[in-house]
């Protein structure tokens, strides 16, 4: 069954990035809505490397600060919800739980590079999901790429030893940006059919 407009519409040709947020919170309920829903979004043998640090409080923003570059310090200052959406480089240590094979964790496990590569491709497409999700429960979502991952590890990772890899900021607005969308590569600019 394929969505409707309205609902194409929520997620991708009308939705626009905001530039502004209003003053209504974001829930904890509603972060856990958001997540349930990620976490059912397809990983390569279901290995689930994606993790995520929702900052909510003013105190953590401003542990944030510094890592942020210029450009960005305003609109995560002021986001009811700054996401860290990072990937846990030891994911396979749960992989006896997420998938069935055997021996399927001996196989990260046994290869740097297959891991670092799994974990980093997955970790990001659950950080794409949780985009898409968000917009689908009537969040406005603006993913920023501009901070200082180190930084970002020392302060809010290192103690789960995940790695950051881009920041989502959540929350509503009152209606879209007032200039036009940007434009966006044609189809045959960026596809081919082979």
């Not at 519409?9 to 905001?18: A, Q």
């Not at 390569?44 to 900052?55: K, L, M, Q, T």
Request: charged residues 20%; hydrophobic residues 45%; negative net charge.
């Amino acid at each position: 069954m394929a969505l409707d407009d309205a609902g194409l519409d929520l997620l991708f040709r009308t939705v626009r990035t905001p530039v502004a947020w209003n003053d209504r919170p974001v829930g904890q309920d509603t972060l856990r809505q958001l997540y349930d829903l990620v976490r059912l979004g397809p990983t390569s043998g279901n290995c689930c490397p994606g993790r995520f640090v929702f900052i909510t409080t003013e105190s953590c923003r401003e542990r944030l600060r510094p890592a942020l570059s210029a450009g960005n310090v305003q609109r995560v200052m002021t986001a009811p919800v700054t996401v860290i959406v990072a990937h846990d480089p030891l994911f396979f240590d749960r992989m006896d739980t997420l998938n069935s094979a055997p021996d399927v964790r001996q196989w990260f496990a046994a290869d740097v590079g297959l891991a670092e590569e799994t974990a980093f491709r997955n970790g990001t497409l659950q950080g794409a999901y949780l985009i898409m999700a968000a917009r689908a429960l009537g969040l406005s979502v603006l993913p920023l790429s501009g901070f200082d991952g180190a930084m970002v590890e020392d302060s809010f990772l290192a103690q789960k030893g995940w790695q950051a890899n881009f920041l989502v900021c959540l929350g509503y607005t009152d209606g879209p940006p007032p200039t036009p969308r940007a434009p966006r590569p044609d189809f045959d600019d960026a596809c081919v059919i082979v």
